[in-house]
């Protein structure tokens, strides 16, 4: 019986990251993709606090962002898994996509699935601490 209580003391007292995040009340980032560039140039997010990443293609054309070690290091929301498992973003001339994710601490690069795109300038960084 004691062993039993003590299991389920130690369930009760698991760290809050093993719950589920409140998606509810994640800070937002916005994401600008415009012809050739991210912007920001250099993103920074908390590491282990929930954010939403919203993604604005602002240019007329179709555009791409890659950031697999990013996205393969967060616990990305559940809905938002598919649209992120490979990496890779794809977004139509003016639209506009969310990902919510709980981001890993790291240095991460950021660039168009374009080369041109990327040779151009269309890079950036995401720092999490």
């Known amino acids: 019986m004691r062993l039993l209580l003590a299991l389920l003391a130690l369930l009760a007292a698991a760290p809050a990251a093993a719950q589920e995040p409140e998606w509810r009340t994640a800070r937002e980032v916005e994401i600008l993709l415009r012809p050739f560039a991210y912007e920001p140039r250099t993103i920074h997010l908390q590491a282990g606090q929930p954010v939403k990443l919203r993604l604005l ?3 007329q054309a179709s555009f791409s962002l890659s ?7 967060a616990r990305v929301r559940s809905g938002d898994a598919d649209a992120v498992a490979d990496g890779h973003i794809r977004l139509a001339p003016g639209e506009v996509r969310t990902i919510a994710l709980v981001p ?11 080369l041109i795109h ?9 720092i999490v601490e």
């Open 67 to 73: 950031a697999g070690d990013f996205f393969r290091r």
């Open 57 to 59: 293609n602002q240019g």
């Open 104 to 114: 890993a601490p790291g240095r991460y690069g950021m660039h168009s699935g374009n």
């Open 118 to 126: 990327r040779i151009l300038g269309m890079n950036a960084r995401i």
